[in-house]
């Protein structure tokens, strides 16, 4: 009666979750450059230095999510001859780059 934990059913299932956060993944960069832009426009036309500067900043938190997408993407890759286990820790440098972009940009390690 000894009945395994995982089913076959879940690994199914596991695959959908795979596309649907690359999918999340590429509609927060588009929101986050979208309103970026935005607002970088209307910090220029209000001449307000505190919303131009924010949208600075969120460009550079849009930059990261673009890099988590695209390593995401990445990771899907099957193994070659370089990488013979295949791509799959890709998806993880993704995560721990978007920590904070502009910690990275000013901050150096000694």
Do not use: Q, W
């Amino acid at each position: 009666m000894s009945k395994s934990f995982h089913s076959s059913k879940h690994a199914h299932h596991s695959h959908h979750h795979a596309y649907k956060t690359e999918k999340n993944i590429l509609i927060a960069f588009l929101l986050n450059a979208s309103f970026s832009i935005f607002e970088f426009i209307c910090g220029i036309i209000t001449g307000s230095i505190t919303i131009t500067s924010d949208a600075v900043h969120d460009l550079g938190d849009a930059l990261s999510i673009g890099i988590a997408y695209g390593l995401e993407r990445k990771s899907k890759k099957g193994p070659d001859a370089k990488h013979t286990y295949g791509y799959a820790r890709y998806s993880l440098v993704g995560s721990n780059h978007g920590d904070n972009p502009t910690r990275r940009l000013f901050i150096r390690d000694s």
